[in-house]
């Protein structure tokens, strides 16, 4: 059985990466550091709703239908996923930039600190 993949670590919260990849038929390993795409961090919900969205063509109308939920929830959701994808490439800025983007009034002062922390744990 193949179990959902965590997002954080159980024990202290920090982040993880896969570290190995197995062939089911020829038991081959691959081992090293690999990292997930933005879309792999997402919560499984968000995930559903990007799936329901581009197999809906960006179709708003038809996300509608198939998830059975009104428009403006179709754009809340929308809107949740696009925050979650933003703040993963916040995380990702350097020193600089999140200092740059705190001083330009684009963050606030604990989002700072909570990314140059982030960016401290992963180095």
């Given at each position: 059985?193949?179990?959902?993949?965590?997002?954080?670590c159980p024990s202290c919260?920090?982040?993880?990466?896969?570290?190995?990849?197995?062939?089911?038929?020829?038991d081959t390993a691959v081992?090293?550091?690999?990292?997930?795409?933005?879309?792999?961090?997402?919560?499984?919900?968000?995930?559903?709703?990007?799936?329901?969205?581009?197999?809906?063509?960006?179709?708003?109308?038809?996300?509608?239908?198939?998830?059975?939920?009104?428009?403006?929830?179709?754009?809340?959701?929308?809107?949740?996923?696009?925050?979650?994808?933003?703040?993963?490439?916040?995380?990702?800025?350097?020193?600089?930039?999140?200092?740059?983007?705190?001083e330009a009034g684009k963050?606030?002062?604990?989002?700072?600190?909570?990314?140059?922390?982030?960016?401290?744990?992963?180095?």
């Open positions: 059985m193949i179990k959902q993949m965590p997002k954080a919260g920090g982040n993880l990466y896969v570290s190995e990849f197995k062939c089911p038929d020829c081992r090293g550091e690999f990292h997930l795409s933005p879309l792999g961090n997402l919560s499984e919900d968000h995930f559903d709703f990007i799936r329901t969205f581009v197999l809906s063509r960006g179709n708003i109308k038809e996300v509608e239908s198939r998830m059975g939920i009104s428009y403006p929830t179709v754009r809340n959701k929308l809107d949740e996923v696009i925050r979650a994808l933003s703040e993963q490439q916040a995380n990702k800025m350097a020193p600089a930039e999140v200092l740059d983007a705190l963050i606030t002062a604990s989002q700072a600190a909570e990314m140059l922390k982030n960016n401290q744990q992963g180095e």
